[in-house]
């Protein structure tokens, strides 16, 4: 039996009008300059030139002038050190900030890899309908990717209706207020292979509790005592503080729309891009739901696993996922414990995917091979598409496969609810596959998803357009299930 795909008209593109303020330093020296050049002004040229540049960006920011002061704070030591102790205007400040300030288009290459998720608020809907959460990777100049945002309804036909985006984008405050745990930080050290005597030098005099701010002054100490390091130590040093960074907590202000907030790398662990977050509605043991999502930490040399997890997508919790098997990329949670413990799927070899449990959901050192590469069309690699789904019938996992000429293509297998390292059935063919419109874009010949849901009798998939743009399909839940359970699918 075929199994028929429908492709849907909505389409969400990159925008590239859509920045953010970022902090923008081009070296002390420089920076030195241009300040004496500030503080010689008078204020009355202070005011003038100010005022023009509040006229020309307020309108593409919200709070333009909130910005401009943070980013006066990152270079107050240098004002310090050439003005002294006199008094500095409000007004010299935000133009001094502003000079330390270049805009960001966090989407102008393209806005891809979507995870689709129910939105906590479902009031004021027509029957049939269903609000979601849509998120998707940004990628912009320098192929640094973030974290964005959409809401969308999906309608009584199962067809999705986007909502436009808000124009005025921002960044989270970022709150460090985090207490680490000395056992499970030195743990996490030893998966990292940093060697004993180098974290000690860090570690031993602090408490078995302590702070960002603690371990972050024990490090500059050790570097101070020590002189001048081997590059050895001063690597272990700096990845040291580069876990401790990786712990954060963010919230954004109450009067933005999702549209408008962006997770922007943040950590040092992150600093080339938030990559490919799976976002699922998780049900505790106790009824209580919280939405996790797990992405891929990227510093331009190593990936680092991390859970986000949030209750109103307003504060979120990011914390680096621990052990032996918390690594690589392609790690979705299932959508509740399974026979007491968490379970997550993965591809901790590059190659296969992964069936993971564990009692602590921040640690993970059980795995073995749920399948393999099998079929042509996924001969390379194979991975997820997201959290499992649970169906009356079973678990019901999309995939990804690797062909020839690197083409990606989804698949689905059906797992066995009470014991999901069981495939009962598996897509021979691909259930998705780059269509020739689709074939172009920033990675060409790619259809890619990280999270699907069901609605209304079918399942719904975003899916990115060869990593560029991202739109929708539909395909009857019966019939997938159907066709898993007997095996005996053709190509779609």
Excluded at 86 to 91: G, K, L
Excluded at 446 to 460: A, F, K, P, Q
Aim: glycine share 6%; charged share 30%; aromatic share 10%.
């Amino acid at each position: 039996m075929k199994i028929n795909i429908k492709r849907q008209d909505a389409l969400i593109k990159p925008d590239n009008n859509r920045v953010i303020g970022r902090f923008f330093f081009y070296g002390e020296e420089r920076a030195e300059r241009v300040i004496r050049e500030i503080l010689d002004m008078s204020e009355d040229e202070v005011q003038q030139f100010l005022n023009q540049v509040l006229r020309e960006f307020s309108k593409r920011h919200r709070s333009i002038s909130g910005i401009y002061r943070r980013h006066f704070e990152k270079v107050k030591f240098i004002v310090d050190k050439l003005n002294g102790q006199h008094r500095v205007s409000e007004e010299r400040k935000l133009l001094i900030g502003a000079y330390f300030t270049m805009e960001y288009a966090v989407e102008s290459a393209a806005l891809f890899n979507p995870s689709m998720v129910e939105d906590p608020d479902q009031s004021g809907l027509l029957p049939g309908q269903k609000r979601v959460i849509i998120s998707l990777r940004a990628t912009g100049e320098g192929h640094i990717s973030s974290l964005v945002f959409r809401r969308a309804v999906i309608d009584e036909n199962n067809e999705v209706h986007v909502r436009e985006p808000g124009f005025q984008i921002s960044e989270a405050e970022r709150i460090k207020s985090h207490i680490y745990k000395k056992p499970n930080f030195v743990n996490k050290l030893r998966e990292m292979r940093i060697d004993e005597k180098f974290y000690n030098l860090v570690l031993h005099q602090l408490a078995d509790d302590f702070t960002y701010d603690q371990i972050r002054d024990s490090v500059r100490h050790a570097k101070e005592r020590n002189g001048e390091l081997l590059l050895e130590h001063r690597i272990a040093l700096d990845e040291i503080l580069w876990l401790a960074d990786s712990y954060t907590m963010i919230k954004f202000s109450f009067d933005t729309d999702l549209s408008e907030r962006v997770i922007f790398p943040i950590s040092s662990t992150e600093k080339n891009g938030i990559e490919d977050a799976r976002f699922v509605k998780f049900t505790h043991d106790d009824g209580k739901t919280i939405y996790y999502g797990i992405y891929t930490a990227f510093d331009g040399h190593t990936i680092l696993p991390k859970l986000i997890e949030t209750e109103n997508f307003f504060e979120f919790k990011i914390f680096p996922l621990h052990g032996e098997y918390a690594i690589d990329k392609n790690l979705a949670l299932f959508p509740r414990k399974i026979k007491g413990q968490y379970a997550m799927i993965g591809r901790i070899d590059g190659v296969n995917n992964y069936i993971m449990f564990s009692d602590n959901l921040y640690r993970w050192n059980q795995a073995q091979v749920l399948e393999q590469p099998k079929y042509s069309w996924e001969l390379i690699q194979i991975g997820n598409g997201g959290s499992p789904i649970e169906t009356e019938h079973g678990w019901l996992l999309i995939t990804h496969g690797v062909g020839p000429v690197r083409k990606y293509s989804l698949g689905a297998c059906l797992l066995d609810l009470d014991d999901p390292t069981k495939i009962i059935g598996r897509l021979k063919e691909p259930l998705l596959i780059p269509i020739e419109e689709e074939r172009s874009g920033y990675v060409p010949n790619v259809v890619y998803t990280c999270g699907s849901l069901v609605h209304n009798g079918e399942l719904i998939i975003p899916y990115a357009v060869s990593d560029y743009a991202t739109t929708f399909a539909s395909v009857n839940l019966d019939e997938l299930l159907e066709e898993l359970k007997n095996g005996n699918n053709k190509p779609s």
